[in-house]
């Protein structure tokens, strides 16, 4: 039982007598594998407590959430079949793409209950692949970022160049730049939309240049969005900086602009959409959200119902293990 | 060594082309090389007329050669990995053994002819490589390319360099270029600055080798030149204390019979002096002077270090040389003033170079296994990869019109009609590429980290193994050696120890431990060793000489040595002590003390067995003060006396016994004999003394049971006549040229014969510290211990009790036979026996219902003999099984090829893990053999050492380092591998799902540094810190209890069904890691990089904290590196964003702006540690391992408490209680 009784008494004894020369490893408790150590046991009780304080936890939180997504307002209308007209409804595509057609488009909402200013103004646009690989790559960091890279194109491809030399913004992202328009009235008098702070900052300040202009963007081939105005710096074109940061997901919003007064509950939101941009050719859908925000941010209850359920299973998991360590301990 | 050269010289009677090698006893029949096989056993036969005694030292009966030589070639054959240079094992014996001519040819293609003092002549035909060494592999510009070969011999790393560069086309290059290849040229300059700087250590070394200097024979008179000068047929004179540069067959020795003498510790680790014979024909020429000039014909080189076959002819005259004439490169020169030789074999050619192959390569079994899931992993990977092919295939197909529109694929234009592509290059084209790219972002499901980690963490445990005091041996003042670094974690696995017995079990100190002299049993020896200080010192001009050990002697032999002089007994007494002091080829020297007037004699010989034997007759008074061939001088008791030694028949294996013919000061001339008992009893008269005879044969049993080795002595007076007869037979044998071994036994066989016995001595050879407890402990723990030893049955079997190998409870069975079919038949009826015991031993287990531990245990004890039948048949088969059902195995009288062949036995038969360990150059071959082969830095020197993977200093070390550090190695890597696994399988998987939302095109979210940062810098330190420092049980524990060692064993820790339940949590943690965020931010503004930044971070917290859950002991570095790593990865992850030129810039600064973001981690990470967090503890509670009890005994102290375990620890407790008695 104490092999090692021989050894280490030996040791310790003939420590003074043994020469420099002695390989004797030196003790210390690292290279003896003794360092002070907390050895953590799933006791019964760690378990179930551990349990019920995510239990206690999550579904405070889970109802939290729920409650702050219930409290965000929000409109969703989709416009895209409904602004077609009746006569071209079989062709949509023959409407959005022909430049004689009138793309306007009067659309009415009924706000259902008060929205608190700054109501957010999101386009959605559904299956729309701006996570394509393809898509993602085309376009050049360097060109949006500083005159002096004008020329550097390379990944743009094949929006990259024009008769009349690079394009800026050069590639697939900005070529297809949204541009549907929104103007809001209520009660007939004008809803402002603030684009105020709709781009991040930090793009605003160090992604897009201040000297970089819009050039020989949408001027030839075929078009596949917004036009550039050629006088403002690439930094103060909001729309284009919120389109470049490329969606996640097939199914997104972008932020389009702020309406930054109270709507009242059943107010007339008379909307006039331009509607330019197309997705017929690929059963996009396009609507416009109207919605207010909170902690959370907007609609959205998933969260709270995966808190809800974590929290409720871990509840259930610790009264399991309760009644089984109280009926049938091991 | 020695501060006086010893006087032995040949007798003039006998010719000095007679060799005198060593003269072996018992010790030496356990430690011939395996590769002396073949050469040696062919030197048996009697008409080979070249006196070899060196076959003394062969051990084998002629008829297991064959089965060793087959044995060998299926080695040779099969291209075994163990060792570098391919050697013919069979070839040349073969072929002399079919030649059995006169003179021994060496084939001409076979050999090389050296022109002596002719170098250019020698090397003018064959380029004979130059004397200058190289073990350094690279040179400056050979480094980059052979290092990058070596290193590409890893199948994995050619998988990263493929991907590396499939990700250099353009169409492919989903990553940067740079991200791409960075973790693969980290990994391999991390290997090649090794690499480089053991390989500069060497250089340094080869240099200062090289540019040694030697005296060499130029222009008549020797010169001082570079040892990398020195060229083949060079003529070298060596001073002594020098080193030998290279091979040289000795020419001439300052002595004027030309022996000389070498320290081989530097070959073979053996610290004795050996003796080297110049050949008459050249002793007298001096170098200088007379021109040296004939030619050696040798054989090519090799690396038997115990052989060497060639011939030289000298002014016409042709002799033979063998092994005796030969002094190879490494070895010392001792005890003589120069030797004179010319270089046969220099460089890398010599005999040390050869042999100079490093540990043998071992791959560990747990190693294999996951070879076994890479290849799974690999599946998995083609899968995911088609799944997105396929997906993608469809995609274009489907969608084949938007390409168009979104321009994705063609530039179309409405205002000039033809659609142009844009890198568009078909449809199948376009499905191989993604198939590729695909491959490119999924690579690290096989994980590259894991080979660097697995390596990391190996010297890791190296480290804590070489540090463990407990594993320091103070007598031989070693550490614990690691030279094999890729197999630490087979010793949590193994099932079966070899054991070699001298020197590994025992000490290999042979100490006297008491005699039966003339019927008289003298063993109750107790006094201390100051009583006999006056007995056993000799004064001589002043001085005064003393032995260098002393034995504890017998008082009353003592008493009888002093008084009876004149009776029969003393005479008895006398002569036996005189025989113990005569026969033997013991060397005395005599060293100086700090006391001028004392001066130590130390007695040098090769066999400890004999030193012994001297120490003790000089405690007793007769000490041996003087050896030369011609004469011994014995201080007998205070006087002085000289003997003549008339003759000396040296031992061999066939006699097994050896005399000397003594010239008695009283003119009486006797024979004295010395053997082992059976073949001693053969040419004792009978006649004569019947009882003494008797009683000293119940002695011997007495003496071989208690584990001592024996040796029986007789004498005979000769009478003038027979002298006569003798001393004319001896003479004609001694001078004949042709078969004159054959002779000289001859004659041996017709002088022993009608001897009178004195008695026997008996000589303990003690058992290690620890050793019975060692052996009780494996065997608790499951590990199944055999023996092989080279010793008789009888001192086996005793040891095998000593050592509590064998107990008293167990039934032995016991197999010597001498014949295939008698083997066949024992082995038929042992398995019976088997049976019968396993049925009733059952039987009365079910009656009394407790388990299946109870069965009574067998001892297998099989002998050398039989096994040469057994081994290499088809009775191999049946001895498996037999020997599977006995929990001990027994081998004695096995010769090192048996060893090994018995190692093979087990080893190819089962799965199960082998371990060899032993301590001398006989073992060398089982070390090898064995998964894992450990080596006893003990007496017998380095060859086992240097053959092994592990060197420790003493047996018991060996519990230590199974039970304590082998299970900790493997439950460690175990862990880490599964662990390595899962966590890359966790981060594909992710990349996996999103792909599916990417219509197939393999964007991924996480930005590509963070991808190759994952397994380099996020989440590889503290699996690495966990797989070195975690221990699951303390050191106290697992000595306590050692069945847990089981758990290796049953593989436990890393299985198929393991690697299973992994991946299904994988799978689940991957979803929830990545569908939460998904649904969460459906609908929303989130952009990709703040996506992908939310998935990264969650996906690394996920696995440290999977990491943690599972950690046991948490020290501070464990915690500094988990918590570590996560805030590293969020400070990574920051700057990576931080960079305005990358894609993401800012992006995790926005998000973990929002709350969304936070809770999503949160939630993530419960929900997806929840199922595996609830099935641990349902399987450590509910389900508890034996480590798990133990581990929860650990904390909590007491046993009582654990309700259900209580039933198992209890059988613990009751199986460690045995190892305590």
């Given at each position: 039982m104490s092999f090692k009784g021989g050894t280490s008494s030996e040791g310790s004894t003939d420590s003074a007598a043994?020469?420099?020369?002695?390989?004797?490893p030196k003790y210390s408790k690292f290279t003896q594998q003794e360092l002070p150590a907390c050895k953590p046991i799933l006791t019964p009780g760690w378990v179930i407590t551990t349990f019920i304080a995510v239990g206690i936890v999550f579904i405070p939180i889970g109802l939290a959430s729920l409650f702050a997504s219930e409290h965000v307002v929000e409109i969703v209308h989709r416009y895209d079949e409904d602004c077609v007209p009746s006569d071209y409804s079989d062709n949509a595509l023959a409407y959005i793409q022909?430049?004689?057609?009138?793309?306007t488009c009067k659309r009415s909402i009924t706000v259902p209950k008060q929205m608190k200013s700054p109501v957010y103004i999101y386009y959605e646009l559904d299956?729309?692949?701006?996570?394509?690989r393809r898509y993602v790559k085309s376009r050049s960091d360097k060109q949006l970022r500083s005159?002096?890279?004008?020329?550097?194109?390379?990944?743009?491809?094949?929006?990259?160049?024009?008769k009349n030399g690079p394009?800026?913004?050069?590639?697939l992202i900005a070529w297809s730049l949204f541009n549907d328009t929104y103007r809001f009235s209520v009660n007939n008098s004008i809803l402002e939309v603030s684009k105020k702070e709709i781009a991040w900052k930090s793009d605003q300040q160090?992604?897009?240049?201040?000297?970089v202009y819009p050039k020989n963007?949408?001027?030839?081939?075929l078009i596949g969005g917004a036009k550039l105005n050629?006088?403002?710096p690439l930094s103060e074109q909001v729309d284009l900086i919120v389109w470049m940061?490329?969606?996640?997901?097939p199914t997104f919003r972008k932020l389009y602009g702020k309406i930054e007064v109270d709507l009242e509950a059943n107010d007339e939101i008379s909307v006039v959409i331009q509607?330019?941009?197309?997705t017929y050719s690929f059963d996009g859908k396009k609507k416009l959200v109207l919605s207010t925000t909170s902690w959370i941010g907007g609609k959205n209850d998933f969260l709270g119902v995966a808190y809800l359920t974590v929290g409720g299973l871990c509840l259930f998991l610790a009264i399991s293990f309760m009644l089984i360590y109280v009926f049938k301990p091991r | 060594m020695a501060s006086k050269r010893p006087l032995l010289i040949p007798s003039p009677?006998?010719?000095?082309?007679l060799e005198y090698p060593s003269l072996p006893t018992f010790a030496d029949l356990l430690?011939?090389?395996?590769?002396?096989l073949n050469s040696v056993s062919t030197m048996?036969?009697?008409?080979?007329?070249?006196?070899?005694?060196?076959?003394?030292?062969?051990?084998?009966?002629?008829?297991s050669r064959g089965s060793i030589s087959s044995l060998q070639s299926r080695n040779s054959g099969s291209g075994n990995?163990?060792?570098?240079v391919p050697i013919k094992f069979g070839s040349k014996g073969a072929e002399s053994d079919g030649l059995g001519l006169s003179q021994k040819e060496i084939n001409d293609e076979d050999a090389r002819l050296i022109y002596i003092n002719d170098p250019a002549k020698t090397n003018e035909r064959f380029e004979f490589s130059g004397n200058s060494i190289r073990t350094?592999?690279?040179?400056f510009i050979t480094f980059l390319p052979r290092n990058l070969f070596e290193q590409f011999h890893r199948v994995a790393y050619i998988y990263f360099l493929v991907i590396a560069i499939l990700n250099q086309l353009p169409q492919l290059a989903v990553f940067g270029r740079g991200a791409s290849v960075l973790p693969l040229a980290f990994v391999l300059s991390v290997t090649a600055i090794k690499d480089a700087y053991e390989d500069y250590r060497r250089h340094r070394a080869d240099r200062i080798e090289n540019n040694r200097l030697a005296w060499v024979l130029a222009d008549n008179q020797f010169q001082q030149k570079k040892w990398k000068d020195i060229r083949v047929g060079e003529v070298i004179k060596i001073a002594s204390n020098e080193t030998l540069p290279c091979d040289l067959v000795l020419?001439?020795?300052?002595d004027s019979t030309g022996v000389a003498y070498v320290q081989t510790i530097n070959l073979d680790g053996e610290s004795n002096l050996k003796t080297r014979y110049a050949k008459q024909e050249t002793l007298s020429k001096v170098p200088e002077k007379d021109k040296i000039s004939g030619v050696i014909k040798c054989e090519k080189?090799?690396?038997?270090?115990?052989g060497f076959m060639a011939n030289m002819e000298v002014d016409g005259k042709r002799v033979s040389l063998g092994p005796t004439n030969i002094i190879l490169r490494g070895c010392e020169l001792k005890n003589t003033g120069w030797a004179i030789g010319v270089a046969v074999y220099a460089g890398r050619e010599t005999k040390a170079m050869l042999n100079n192959s490093g540990a043998p390569s071992k791959r560990s079994r747990l190693e294999n296994q996951m070879n076994r899931e890479t290849i799974i992993l690999s599946m998995f990977l083609v899968i995911l990869c088609t799944i997105v092919s396929v997906c993608a295939a469809v995609w274009l197909k489907r969608f084949a019109d938007y390409l168009t529109i979104i321009q994705f694929y063609h530039k179309k234009d409405y205002s000039e009609t033809p659609v142009e592509d844009y890198n568009y290059y078909g449809w199948g084209l376009e499905i191989f590429f993604t198939f590729l790219m695909s491959v490119i972002v999924f690579q690290i499901m096989i994980p590259i980290s894991l080979y660097i980690s697995m390596e990391l963490v190996r010297v890791g445990q190296a480290y804590f193994m070489i540090r463990d005091a407990r594993m320091y041996d103070e007598s031989s003042n070693s550490r614990f050696q690691?030279?094999?670094?890729?197999?630490?974690?087979?010793l949590g696995q193994i099932r079966y120890v070899f054991s070699d017995k001298t020197?590994?079990?025992?000490?290999?100190?042979?100490e006297f431990q008491c005699a039966s002299i003339w019927g008289t049993?003298?063993?109750?020896?107790?006094?201390?060793?100051q009583d006999n200080q006056v007995g056993c010192s000799s004064q001589d001009n002043g001085t005064v000489l003393r032995p260098k050990v002393v034995v504890r002697t017998d008082p009353e032999l003592q008493r009888l040595l002093r008084?009876?002089?004149?009776?029969e007994k003393g005479k008895n007494i006398h002569n036996f002590f005189l025989a113990l002091a005569a026969c033997n080829t013991i060397v005395p020297l005599t060293k100086d003390t700090s006391d001028p007037s004392v001066k130590l004699i130390d007695y040098q010989g090769e066999s400890p067995d004999e030193q012994a034997l001297v120490y003790a007759a000089a405690t007793y008074?007769?000490?041996?003060i003087e050896r030369t061939s011609g004469h011994i001088i014995i201080d007998v008791q205070g006087h002085i006396q000289r003997y003549d030694v008339l003759g000396l028949h040296e031992f061999d294996s066939d006699r097994k016994r050896m005399s000397v013919i003594l010239g008695c000061p009283d003119q009486t001339v006797k024979l004295f004999v010395k053997g082992a008992d059976t073949s001693m009893f053969n040419v004792i008269?009978?006649?004569?003394?019947l009882d003494v005879i008797n009683a000293t044969e119940s002695h011997l049993y007495k003496y071989s049971s208690t584990g001592l080795r024996t040796l029986v002595i007789g004498m005979r007076e000769l009478s003038d006549s027979e002298f006569q007869i003798w001393q004319s037979a001896y003479e004609h044998a001694t001078t004949a040229l042709y078969g004159r071994a054959g002779l000289l036994r001859k004659v041996a066989y017709s002088v022993e014969s009608n001897l009178s016995i004195l008695g026997a001595s008996a000589i303990e050879d003690k058992l290690q510290l620890g050793v019975p407890e060692a052996i009780e402990a494996l065997r608790v723990a499951g590990i199944k211990v055999w023996v092989l030893t080279g010793d008789k049955q009888e001192t086996a079997i005793s040891i095998g009790y000593s050592s509590k190998l064998?107990?008293?409870k167990m039934k032995q069975i016991i197999i010597n036979n001498n014949s295939m079919e008698s083997c066949r038949r024992s082995l038929e009826d042992a398995k019976n026996l088997c049976k019968k015991f396993q049925t009733t031993s059952s039987i009365t287990q079910n009656g009394e219902g407790?388990?299946?531990?109870?069965r009574t245990p067998i001892a297998l004890i099989i002998d050398g003999t039989s096994l040469v039948y057994i081994l290499?048949?088809?009775?191999e088969e049946p001895l498996f099984e037999l020997a599977c059902e006995c929990s001990v195995v027994l081998c004695c009288r096995v010769a090192p090829l048996q060893k090994a062949g018995i190692v093979a036995l087990v080893k190819n038969r089962t799965d199960d893990m082998t371990l060899a360990i032993g301590d001398g150059a006989n073992d060398v071959s089982m070390i090898q053999m064995a998964d894992v082969g450990i080596g006893i830095s003990?007496?017998?020197?380095?060859q086992a050492v240097m053959a092994s993977d592990f060197a420790m200093?003493?047996?018991?070390?060996l519990v230590t380092l199974l039970l304590v550090h082998g299970h900790w190695n493997y439950q460690r890597m175990a862990y880490m591998i599964l662990y390595n696994f899962y966590r890359n399988a966790v981060f594909v998987l992710v990349l996996f799902w999103y792909t599916l939302f990417t219509c197939f095109t393999l964007?991924?979210?996480?930005?590509e540094w963070s991808s190759m940062l994952y397994?380099?810098?996020?989440?590889?330190l503290p699996t690495i810190v966990v797989a070195i420092l975690?221990?699951?049980?303390s050191r106290r524990t697992l000595l306590r209890y050692p069945?847990?060692?089981?758990a290796g064993q049953r593989e436990e820790k890393y299985n198929l069904t393991l690697f299973w339940i992994t991946m299904l949590d994988t799978l689940w943690q991957s979803i929830a890691a990545f569908f939460i965020p998904l649904l969460a931010y459906?609908?929303?503004?989130?952009?990709i990089s703040s996506l992908g930044d939310l998935w990264t971070l969650a996906v690394v917290i996920l696995v440290n904290l999977h990491l943690a859950m599972d950690v046991i002991r948490w020290t501070w570095i464990t915690h500094a590196t988990i918590w570590g790593s996560i805030v590293a990865t969020f400070l990574a992850v920051m700057v990576i964003d931080a960079?305005?030129?990358?894609?993401?810039?800012?992006a995790i600064f926005n998000a973990a702006g929002t709350a969304a973001f936070w809770l999503c981690l949160l939630v993530i990470i419960v929900a997806a540690l929840l199922p595996r967090f609830a099935v641990k503890f349902c399987f450590e509670y509910f389900r508890p391992s034996d480590i798990q009890i133990a581990r929860e005994a650990e904390k909590f102290?007491?046993?009582?408490?654990l309700g259900g375990a209580e039933i198992e620890l209890n059988q613990m407790q009751e199986s460690t209680q045995q190892v305590a008695r």
């Amino acid at each position: 039982m104490s092999f090692k009784g021989g050894t280490s008494s030996e040791g310790s004894t003939d420590s003074a007598a043994t020469k420099k020369s002695s390989k004797k490893p030196k003790y210390s408790k690292f290279t003896q594998q003794e360092l002070p150590a907390c050895k953590p046991i799933l006791t019964p009780g760690w378990v179930i407590t551990t349990f019920i304080a995510v239990g206690i936890v999550f579904i405070p939180i889970g109802l939290a959430s729920l409650f702050a997504s219930e409290h965000v307002v929000e409109i969703v209308h989709r416009y895209d079949e409904d602004c077609v007209p009746s006569d071209y409804s079989d062709n949509a595509l023959a409407y959005i793409q022909s430049t004689e057609t009138n793309k306007t488009c009067k659309r009415s909402i009924t706000v259902p209950k008060q929205m608190k200013s700054p109501v957010y103004i999101y386009y959605e646009l559904d299956n729309f692949y701006q996570n394509h690989r393809r898509y993602v790559k085309s376009r050049s960091d360097k060109q949006l970022r500083s005159k002096a890279s004008e020329s550097d194109t390379k990944d743009c491809d094949p929006e990259a160049v024009s008769k009349n030399g690079p394009i800026v913004p050069c590639g697939l992202i900005a070529w297809s730049l949204f541009n549907d328009t929104y103007r809001f009235s209520v009660n007939n008098s004008i809803l402002e939309v603030s684009k105020k702070e709709i781009a991040w900052k930090s793009d605003q300040q160090y992604k897009f240049g201040s000297d970089v202009y819009p050039k020989n963007f949408q001027s030839e081939g075929l078009i596949g969005g917004a036009k550039l105005n050629e006088s403002i710096p690439l930094s103060e074109q909001v729309d284009l900086i919120v389109w470049m940061r490329t969606a996640a997901l097939p199914t997104f919003r972008k932020l389009y602009g702020k309406i930054e007064v109270d709507l009242e509950a059943n107010d007339e939101i008379s909307v006039v959409i331009q509607n330019n941009y197309n997705t017929y050719s690929f059963d996009g859908k396009k609507k416009l959200v109207l919605s207010t925000t909170s902690w959370i941010g907007g609609k959205n209850d998933f969260l709270g119902v995966a808190y809800l359920t974590v929290g409720g299973l871990c509840l259930f998991l610790a009264i399991s293990f309760m009644l089984i360590y109280v009926f049938k301990p091991r | 060594m020695a501060s006086k050269r010893p006087l032995l010289i040949p007798s003039p009677r006998t010719p000095s082309t007679l060799e005198y090698p060593s003269l072996p006893t018992f010790a030496d029949l356990l430690k011939p090389v395996p590769e002396d096989l073949n050469s040696v056993s062919t030197m048996d036969s009697n008409n080979n007329p070249i006196e070899n005694q060196q076959n003394s030292e062969h051990p084998f009966h002629s008829s297991s050669r064959g089965s060793i030589s087959s044995l060998q070639s299926r080695n040779s054959g099969s291209g075994n990995s163990i060792r570098e240079v391919p050697i013919k094992f069979g070839s040349k014996g073969a072929e002399s053994d079919g030649l059995g001519l006169s003179q021994k040819e060496i084939n001409d293609e076979d050999a090389r002819l050296i022109y002596i003092n002719d170098p250019a002549k020698t090397n003018e035909r064959f380029e004979f490589s130059g004397n200058s060494i190289r073990t350094a592999k690279y040179s400056f510009i050979t480094f980059l390319p052979r290092n990058l070969f070596e290193q590409f011999h890893r199948v994995a790393y050619i998988y990263f360099l493929v991907i590396a560069i499939l990700n250099q086309l353009p169409q492919l290059a989903v990553f940067g270029r740079g991200a791409s290849v960075l973790p693969l040229a980290f990994v391999l300059s991390v290997t090649a600055i090794k690499d480089a700087y053991e390989d500069y250590r060497r250089h340094r070394a080869d240099r200062i080798e090289n540019n040694r200097l030697a005296w060499v024979l130029a222009d008549n008179q020797f010169q001082q030149k570079k040892w990398k000068d020195i060229r083949v047929g060079e003529v070298i004179k060596i001073a002594s204390n020098e080193t030998l540069p290279c091979d040289l067959v000795l020419l001439s020795t300052s002595d004027s019979t030309g022996v000389a003498y070498v320290q081989t510790i530097n070959l073979d680790g053996e610290s004795n002096l050996k003796t080297r014979y110049a050949k008459q024909e050249t002793l007298s020429k001096v170098p200088e002077k007379d021109k040296i000039s004939g030619v050696i014909k040798c054989e090519k080189p090799n690396r038997n270090i115990y052989g060497f076959m060639a011939n030289m002819e000298v002014d016409g005259k042709r002799v033979s040389l063998g092994p005796t004439n030969i002094i190879l490169r490494g070895c010392e020169l001792k005890n003589t003033g120069w030797a004179i030789g010319v270089a046969v074999y220099a460089g890398r050619e010599t005999k040390a170079m050869l042999n100079n192959s490093g540990a043998p390569s071992k791959r560990s079994r747990l190693e294999n296994q996951m070879n076994r899931e890479t290849i799974i992993l690999s599946m998995f990977l083609v899968i995911l990869c088609t799944i997105v092919s396929v997906c993608a295939a469809v995609w274009l197909k489907r969608f084949a019109d938007y390409l168009t529109i979104i321009q994705f694929y063609h530039k179309k234009d409405y205002s000039e009609t033809p659609v142009e592509d844009y890198n568009y290059y078909g449809w199948g084209l376009e499905i191989f590429f993604t198939f590729l790219m695909s491959v490119i972002v999924f690579q690290i499901m096989i994980p590259i980290s894991l080979y660097i980690s697995m390596e990391l963490v190996r010297v890791g445990q190296a480290y804590f193994m070489i540090r463990d005091a407990r594993m320091y041996d103070e007598s031989s003042n070693s550490r614990f050696q690691c030279r094999a670094l890729n197999i630490n974690e087979d010793l949590g696995q193994i099932r079966y120890v070899f054991s070699d017995k001298t020197g590994t079990l025992t000490e290999n100190k042979m100490e006297f431990q008491c005699a039966s002299i003339w019927g008289t049993d003298y063993s109750s020896g107790k006094s201390s060793s100051q009583d006999n200080q006056v007995g056993c010192s000799s004064q001589d001009n002043g001085t005064v000489l003393r032995p260098k050990v002393v034995v504890r002697t017998d008082p009353e032999l003592q008493r009888l040595l002093r008084s009876e002089k004149e009776t029969e007994k003393g005479k008895n007494i006398h002569n036996f002590f005189l025989a113990l002091a005569a026969c033997n080829t013991i060397v005395p020297l005599t060293k100086d003390t700090s006391d001028p007037s004392v001066k130590l004699i130390d007695y040098q010989g090769e066999s400890p067995d004999e030193q012994a034997l001297v120490y003790a007759a000089a405690t007793y008074g007769f000490m041996l003060i003087e050896r030369t061939s011609g004469h011994i001088i014995i201080d007998v008791q205070g006087h002085i006396q000289r003997y003549d030694v008339l003759g000396l028949h040296e031992f061999d294996s066939d006699r097994k016994r050896m005399s000397v013919i003594l010239g008695c000061p009283d003119q009486t001339v006797k024979l004295f004999v010395k053997g082992a008992d059976t073949s001693m009893f053969n040419v004792i008269d009978k006649s004569l003394n019947l009882d003494v005879i008797n009683a000293t044969e119940s002695h011997l049993y007495k003496y071989s049971s208690t584990g001592l080795r024996t040796l029986v002595i007789g004498m005979r007076e000769l009478s003038d006549s027979e002298f006569q007869i003798w001393q004319s037979a001896y003479e004609h044998a001694t001078t004949a040229l042709y078969g004159r071994a054959g002779l000289l036994r001859k004659v041996a066989y017709s002088v022993e014969s009608n001897l009178s016995i004195l008695g026997a001595s008996a000589i303990e050879d003690k058992l290690q510290l620890g050793v019975p407890e060692a052996i009780e402990a494996l065997r608790v723990a499951g590990i199944k211990v055999w023996v092989l030893t080279g010793d008789k049955q009888e001192t086996a079997i005793s040891i095998g009790y000593s050592s509590k190998l064998l107990t008293s409870k167990m039934k032995q069975i016991i197999i010597n036979n001498n014949s295939m079919e008698s083997c066949r038949r024992s082995l038929e009826d042992a398995k019976n026996l088997c049976k019968k015991f396993q049925t009733t031993s059952s039987i009365t287990q079910n009656g009394e219902g407790s388990s299946g531990t109870t069965r009574t245990p067998i001892a297998l004890i099989i002998d050398g003999t039989s096994l040469v039948y057994i081994l290499d048949s088809e009775l191999e088969e049946p001895l498996f099984e037999l020997a599977c059902e006995c929990s001990v195995v027994l081998c004695c009288r096995v010769a090192p090829l048996q060893k090994a062949g018995i190692v093979a036995l087990v080893k190819n038969r089962t799965d199960d893990m082998t371990l060899a360990i032993g301590d001398g150059a006989n073992d060398v071959s089982m070390i090898q053999m064995a998964d894992v082969g450990i080596g006893i830095s003990g007496q017998e020197g380095r060859q086992a050492v240097m053959a092994s993977d592990f060197a420790m200093g003493q047996f018991r070390f060996l519990v230590t380092l199974l039970l304590v550090h082998g299970h900790w190695n493997y439950q460690r890597m175990a862990y880490m591998i599964l662990y390595n696994f899962y966590r890359n399988a966790v981060f594909v998987l992710v990349l996996f799902w999103y792909t599916l939302f990417t219509c197939f095109t393999l964007t991924t979210a996480v930005t590509e540094w963070s991808s190759m940062l994952y397994s380099v810098i996020y989440t590889s330190l503290p699996t690495i810190v966990v797989a070195i420092l975690d221990k699951d049980l303390s050191r106290r524990t697992l000595l306590r209890y050692p069945p847990l060692y089981g758990a290796g064993q049953r593989e436990e820790k890393y299985n198929l069904t393991l690697f299973w339940i992994t991946m299904l949590d994988t799978l689940w943690q991957s979803i929830a890691a990545f569908f939460i965020p998904l649904l969460a931010y459906w609908k929303s503004t989130i952009d990709i990089s703040s996506l992908g930044d939310l998935w990264t971070l969650a996906v690394v917290i996920l696995v440290n904290l999977h990491l943690a859950m599972d950690v046991i002991r948490w020290t501070w570095i464990t915690h500094a590196t988990i918590w570590g790593s996560i805030v590293a990865t969020f400070l990574a992850v920051m700057v990576i964003d931080a960079i305005p030129s990358l894609f993401g810039y800012w992006a995790i600064f926005n998000a973990a702006g929002t709350a969304a973001f936070w809770l999503c981690l949160l939630v993530i990470i419960v929900a997806a540690l929840l199922p595996r967090f609830a099935v641990k503890f349902c399987f450590e509670y509910f389900r508890p391992s034996d480590i798990q009890i133990a581990r929860e005994a650990e904390k909590f102290g007491d046993v009582t408490q654990l309700g259900g375990a209580e039933i198992e620890l209890n059988q613990m407790q009751e199986s460690t209680q045995q190892v305590a008695r």
